[in-house]
Every structure is written in C-alpha cells, then in structure tokens.
C-alpha cells in the first residue's frame, strides 16, 4: 500500500475513533440509573406513599404518588409532578417535601432504566413515561383528564427540568418550578467535548424552545432557580431562560449553591415561589 495511502487511514483512524465512540457510548455519557435500596421503601411507607404501575413502549414502569400531608376532600388542591436531576431517583423528591406546603400532593416520575422502569432512556421516551404516569395517576385517584390537568403543576431538577417542561407543552401546565436548567444538550456537549463533537448529541433537548412555548401561554408562570456556584450547568444558562421571557418566568440565584446542593440549600424559597406560581398574577 502506498504511504500516502496509509497516512489517510491512520489519520480517518485518529479522526473517527472519538466520532464512532460518542455515537455508541453517548446515552452512558449522558444518563446515569440507580436502582431504589431497601431504604426508599420506609421513606415510601413513612410517606403514606402509593405506586403507580403502567406500562410505555418501553415495558414495565414505576411512578409514585404522595398524598397531602393535611387533610383534605375530593382532588388535592395542587399535585407537584415531579422529576429528579440525572443520576437521582424519583423518590428523592421525599427529602424535601415536607419542607413544603402540607396541602401540596407529588406525582413523582422515573425515568425508563431508573429505580423500577424498565427500558432505555431518551427524549422521546422521557416524554412517554411523564404524559403516562399522569394517565396512571388520574385512574389512582378516579378522576379524568379534564378534571386532573387544572391541578398539575411542574417541578424538575437539571435533566428533571427538561422533563418537565417536555410534560407541560404536552399537557398544556402553566405553572411550575425549574432548578438548575440547561439552554440544551448540545450546548451542553459544547461545554464538555467541545466543538465540533457537541453537534453529534443524538438526545436533544431544547429548553430554549420548549420554555418559549410553555411561557407564551396566557397565564404561565415559573420560577427558576440556579445555583452561583453551579459546577455542571452554567448559571448563565438559568439567566439566559429566564431573561428570554421576563412576564412569565423569574430567576433567583442562589448564592454558595452547587448543582447538588441546590434543593437542600434553597428549599425555603423553593417552597416560596410553588406558592407564587400558584397564586398567579403578574410577577
């Protein structure tokens, strides 16, 4: 074989290598399960907690619903649909609940290969298990959508924030709560492989856009939280969502707060702005 030739091959060796290997390894790059330990069983029971059992294309999979901590008749005044940041379990959520309103119910949503659900991981099927689990959620509690979707509102941490602004252009939910967002993964990418290997990501989330259609729906409000010391998400990333729409959605940075610290640092405020955003009214 002529050098000129082997020199091309070793360098589309060198130049595919990292192409080929982001393309096979990206959703372990991107997604990190756990399965739930013995211990999330008492925090369920201690909860007075329920499991909602459905099924996606995906298979088997597990959601979870927390009733009010106060007494209460008929629907709950409000159902938190809940989803947690990357690497975190859906019942993860039970560490701060009860730092917030007693009359608050939580619908708290997995993700395919997380804690009990079955399947792999993407937007698309994020998105199912989301609009799914409130499906299952209006038989537990013998209600219809109709009468449900006035309730829901949104909450979602890092990977968790995409979800649930996924569910609420789905469900047409105006009112919710956003902790440490991204702009999107590939934005993301950029951060982490740099250009132009980002533009490979194959799992794209577009808060940009899916917040642009949650917020211009008349009545929307939500509260976005970031940490200044956000080692994962940039914090200009909840500056920029935020300052895209200035009627509908407010930030507060939070100052010392990591990306993993951010729930138990700030949740006296979080639970401030749920009731904002319930309240309604302008900012």
Known sequence: MPLWKRVIRIVAIIVLSPVVLLLGCQSKLIYHPNPYREEYETMLRTAKGARLRFSTSQGAQTAFYIPPRAATTGLPQT??????????????????????????????????????????PNPARIRENGTAAVAALQTHLHTNREELLPHLAFLGHSLGSAAALMLADDLDLRRGVLLSPFTSMTEMGRIVLGWPLCHLNLHRYDNRRTLAHVAARQGARIEIFHGTDDEVIPTRMGRELAAAHPQAVALHEVPGAHHNDILMLAAPQIGRAMAAVLAGGPR
């Open 79 to 120: 159902v938190w649909v809940c989803f947690a940041g990357n690497g975190s379990l859906a019942l993860d959520w039970l560490n701060h609940t009860d730092d917030w309103d007693a009359r608050y119910a939580y619908l708290l949503v997995d993700y395919p290969s997380y804690g009990d659900c079955a399947g792999t």
